[in-house]
């Protein structure tokens, strides 16, 4: 069943819970930069959210800096909206970022 668009209210909300995540309102997703001491770390992180997102069949888009890990993310299949799966992507990777070294 396609999850359903988030209301603000339920954006907001999640976002209290993801300290570093913003609802970028114009593009109508979730993003967080990370950054790292060195570029592997920051390039290890994206080899774990890869394989966090295709076990998850849910997917953002990653900017990979020099020292730093761009996400964004919102869900396709409802027209590119923020849903309840980005939000749940979203703490799973804040789950795995402290052991990459990302502040
Ligand atoms: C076929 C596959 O299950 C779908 O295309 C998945 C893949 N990953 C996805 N990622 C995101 N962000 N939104 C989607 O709607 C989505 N759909």
Do not use: C
């Amino acid at each position: 069943m396609a999850p359903q668009p988030l209301t603000p209210e339920e954006i907001e909300s999640a976002l209290a819970e993801l300290p570093g995540w913003e609802w970028d309102r114009e593009r109508n997703l979730l993003k967080r930069s990370y950054s790292f001491a060195r570029h592997l770390q920051a390039a290890a992180m994206v080899i774990h959210v890869a394989r966090i997102q295709d076990e998850s069949d849910h997917h953002a888009d990653l900017l990979l800096g020099y020292n730093t890990l761009g996400v964004s993310v919102n869900t396709h299949s409802v027209g590119g909206k923020v849903t309840e799966r980005d939000v749940r992507l979203a703490r799973r990777i804040e789950e795995i970022a402290p052991a990459h070294g990302a502040r």
